[in-house]
């Protein structure tokens, strides 16, 4: 175990002992490490031809160490954090068993088993070992989404997949390169069971010159300071966030602390909720996190792997406690998770299928925050809006050219929930990502789609002292015929909780408008946001109201695989709505000021100041949205009121 | 909307063996030295997640202090379908 002031209280003889060099060298080597991952991704992001790199950002670069120091991944790009917990288990995985030994020069192996090495089949590891002086030093790493890896719905993104076979092309660690040259086999395995082959090409090639990017500058860092220099600063960076996360655990009293949380159901029907268990016991500077009793697995690729379960324990108490050192795989040293094989938190195949894996690990993030938000008090944050909502759609154009939509025009970014800090951004990637939002001039541009709306919804925020993100509501026009899988997985319960007082953000929901109901071209007007429009929807997935079909957190639930795949006629709208995000703090002591300014910014309705904040606002916030007033006496009698309906805890 | 009424299944837990004073014996643990006014029921054996992959870990529970963390299989409990498959 690391002593947690052990690094700073080395003098520079131990410090030269235990990491063969000085410790000015050492901190130059490893932000020398991110400045190399960054530029990778720079690269990759610049040159990427696929939509879901170039317009989402949906990879991450890594360094790792040598096999004998067991790959630890010291340094870990600035982008999508689901994929940084499974790195360095994936290139572990993958090189082991491949064999080290039988690694040489100019190669590139890859691995996108979920099994094997996390996250989904489309998520292919590629692991460019670095020599130097015919001696395995390290390891580049860029994993990196592609948009098809075959399988049954073109683009994968979809919860009823049913087993690995239907799921998408496994690959188990094999040679895309050797000697700096493609091997053709294994890219005729991936090119002749994916789509949109002539995407998938370029976007290849663009990785592999990105790994060799990184190659070179690994090796000129070495000749500049020595190849011990090198391997001491991999794990120098490691031993950093390692005592970093150590000192943040023991800060956090010792006790047990436990949650649930859950999601809403899979994609064969709703007959069954699957519930994550979280024991968390924190002892000094260690911590333990049981999910024994989850779930067993699900029937359907809503499940997610045991790697990815571990990436998301990670981001939560790197969230939490840790935010300020880099997520590198030190940050699990104080850490041991104990997870049973088996739940639809660490599935396994044939019949686990794994796709849309943050669904279900994003309530095990949720389920760490619950269960540690009585401890950190004011440190405690609120819950996002909990799901991608994910949308996947294609269609032939009038030409015969076939077109893809993927994580563009659905539910996919949305409200964070409010910390000690300050009110929480309503417009972002959930927790465990950190990636781009497509503009809508890339979607319009390449899909035969109009972004209608991309807006928030009034009164959708968590009211708190610091107020929750709000739900984002998003209308997508499809002007050809089209086939949809939809994806929204947490609308039975708020995932934006409040915390430390606050209030949970509202139920999202969503919808299809058929153009015989509503046609946006024939009427050259909007769908309106008010309740009485979606009596005419269809809904595809929340607890609505039966009759009028507007969400109603008491209504029925919706269930969204009913239909496993929407087909809609030209002009249809899919309507998404995002959960809102938690509140932090009572809303009762929340400065009227700020309640009015969210009044005028149409965060809040003057009846949801009245009813949640307690704050007596007159005027006319839509049309003279200057000149709104607060009536303090008003308000100091509405918040006598609502405090004395709270119960005694508060 | 929804057909039927949603259940949630029994869940699944990992199993911690006992382990008995003779083990910790081998381990080198002196109860009355490492760990006084404890006895051999206050540890378990169990595989854990880390840094650095998996580990059969013989654990004090009550300090989270390991006693014993070799390495574990590399996938921990997955079992890949291939497993076991023989080429040769």
């Known amino acids: ?650 | 909307m929804s057909a039927v009424g949603s259940t949630v299944p029994e869940g699944i837990t990992v199993p911690r063996e006992a382990v008995t004073e003779e083990e910790l014996a081998e381990l080198g643990v002196d109860l009355d030295r490492d760990f006084p006014g404890s006895t051999a029921a206050d540890f378990r054996r169990y595989p854990v997640l880390s840094e650095g992959g998996w580990y059969l870990v013989v654990k004090h529970q009550k300090t989270l202090r390991c006693v014993s963390r070799e390495p574990w299989r590399l996938l921990g409990p997955i079992e890949l379908t291939s497993d076991g498959l023989d080429v040769e």
């Open chain 1, 1 to 650: 175990m690391t002593e947690a002031t052990a690094l700073k209280d080395l003098d520079d003889a131990a410090f030269e002992a235990r990491y063969a060099s000085d410790r000015f060298t050492a901190s130059v080597l490893s932000n020398r490490m991110r400045y190399i991952v960054q530029h990778m991704c720079t690269g990759l992001l610049n040159n990427a031809f696929s939509l879901i790199l170039r317009d989402w950002y949906d990879f991450a670069a890594t360094i790792s160490g040598p096999p004998e120091q067991n790959y630890p991944m010291a340094s870990v790009s600035n982008s999508l954090a689901m994929f940084l917990g499974t790195m360095s288990e994936a290139v572990r995985n993958t090189i082991e068993e491949y064999g080290p030994e039988n690694l040489r020069p100019g190669d590139v192996i890859i691995c996108n088993d979920p099994y094997r090495a996390g996250n989904h089949v489309n998520d292919i590891c590629f692991i460019r070992p670095v020599f130097h002086n015919d001696r395995l030093v390290s390891f580049v790493n860029l994993r990196a989404h592609q948009l098809d890896m075959g399988g049954v719905v073109p683009a994968g993104f979809s919860g009823t997949k049913r087993n690995v076979y239907e799921n998408g092309l496994v690959i188990a660690p094999m040679l895309l390169y050797r000697d700096n040259k493609p091997v053709k086999s294994s890219f005729n395995l991936i090119f002749d069971n994916a789509r949109f082959c002539e995407l998938l090409l370029p976007d290849i090639k663009t990785i592999y010159q990105n790994l060799l990017l990184g190659e070179q500058l690994i090796l000129e860092s070495i000749d500049r300071y020595g190849v011990d220099a090198y391997l001491g600063a991999l794990r120098y960076a490691t031993d950093t966030s390692a005592e970093s996360m150590s000192r943040a655990i023991a800060e956090i009293p010792d006790g047990v602390y436990e949650a649930e949380e859950g999601i809403d159901c899979d994609g064969i029907d709703d007959s069954i909720e699957y519930r994550i268990k979280l024991k968390i016991t924190k002892v000094g500077d260690r911590m333990e996190l049981d999910f024994s009793g989850t779930s067993p697995q699900a029937r359907t690729s809503i499940n997610a792997g045991i790697l990815d379960t571990k990436t998301a324990v990670g981001v939560a108490l790197k969230f939490l406690i840790d935010s300020e050192s880099p997520f590198t795989s030190g940050t699990y040293r104080p850490i041991d998770i104990v997870i049973p094989a088996g739940t639809f938190i660490s599935a396994t195949p044939p019949d686990g299928a794994v796709f849309l894996y943050w669904e279900s690990t994003g309530p095990v993030l949720l389920a760490v925050f619950r269960a540690l938000e009585k401890a950190l008090g004011r440190r405690a944050v609120g819950g996002d809006y909990g799901s991608l909502n994910i949308h996947n759609a294609n269609g032939v154009l009038p030409d015969g050219t076939p077109w893809v939509t993927t994580a563009q025009c659905g539910g996919e970014h949305g409200p964070w929930g409010a910390t000690e800090a300050g009110d929480a951004d309503s417009y972002s990637v959930m927790y465990q990502a950190n990636n781009l939002d497509p503009a809508t001039e890339a979607i319009e541009s390449e899909v035969p789609a109009v972004v209608l709306r991309k807006e928030y919804a009034i009164d959708s925020a968590g009211a708190g002292t610091n107020r929750g993100g709000a739900a984002v509501l998003k209308d997508t026009l499809y002007l050809t015929e089209a086939e949809h899988w939809s994806s929204p997985l947490h609308v039975k319960k708020a995932s934006g909780i409040g915390v430390y007082g606050g209030k949970s953000g509202a139920l999202g929901a969503t919808w299809v408008f058929d153009p015989d109901y509503y046609n946006v071209p024939q009427k050259k007007e909007l769908i309106p946001t008010s309740d009485e429009v979606y009596e005419g929807s269809t809904p595809v997935a929340g607890m609505l109201d039966p009759k009028t079909k507007a969400v109603d957190p008491n209504g029925e639930y919706f269930y969204f695989a009913r239909n496993p795949v929407w087909h809609t006629k030209p002009h249809a709208v899919f309507r998404y709505l995002t959960n809102g995000g938690g509140g932090w703090g009572s809303p009762l002591d929340r400065e009227p000021e700020r309640v009015c300014r969210d009044v005028r910014d149409e965060y809040v309705s003057i009846e949801g100041a009245y009813e949640h904040y307690g704050v007596v606002i007159k005027g006319d916030p839509h049309n003279d949205p200057e000149n709104l007033q607060i009536d303090y006496e008003a308000t100091e009698r509405r918040r006598a009121e609502l405090r004395a309906q709270q119960p005694a805890a508060n």
